[in-house]
């Protein structure tokens, strides 16, 4: 039955996180499972999966492989780190995937600070052209929230 199949792919993916026997094995999974309520697993398991996409996504794109996927997963994760005050996770995700832009429309009045001031910090260890693209998003954040003096800082 595939909605079973589905299902125990997912138990599966969680299962391989704690048991590291392959190489990115609970990503493997959780590409073939259910991929909805990822949520329901817990934050170390997105947490966990985050990072093997980070990984997954550097591979194929040497290989010159699809990343679809992977980018759908990354739309599942990223609110749900917004959600759980985990903007930092957010943010990292995104720059590995090199999709730094998707971070705006999740930065409201409650996570500005924390996303625009770790945004500014990674600026500083990043190389052109990424550190730009990083200050103009922390700058997109500030202007979406009407905090003009920090967008002027920023420019």
């Not at 985050?50 to 990354?74: F, H, N």
């Not at 600026?123 to 009407?146: F, H, I, M, N, R």
Request: with cysteine; proline share 3%.
């Amino acid at each position: 039955d595939g909605e079973n199949k589905r299902f125990l792919a997912d138990v599966i993916s969680v299962l391989a996180m704690a048991y590291h026997t392959d190489h990115l094995e609970s990503l493997r999974y959780r590409l073939v499972g259910s991929k909805e309520g990822m949520e329901s697993w817990g934050h170390e398991y997105v947490r966990n999966l985050s990072g093997e996409i980070g990984i997954a996504y550097q591979e194929r794109m040497l290989k010159e492989e699809p990343v679809d996927d992977l980018l759908e997963l990354v739309d599942q994760i990223v609110p749900y780190h917004f959600h759980h005050n985990a903007e930092h996770e957010a943010v990292d995700l995104l720059l590995e995937v090199e999709r730094l832009s998707k971070v705006v429309p999740h930065i409201d009045e409650g996570n500005y600070q924390r996303t625009c001031l770790y945004l500014l910090g990674c600026a500083s260890y990043l190389q052109e052209p990424e550190d730009k693209l990083t200050l103009q998003v922390a700058y997109d954040g500030y202007l979406k929230v009407s905090k003009l003096p920090d967008a002027m800082r920023v420019a």
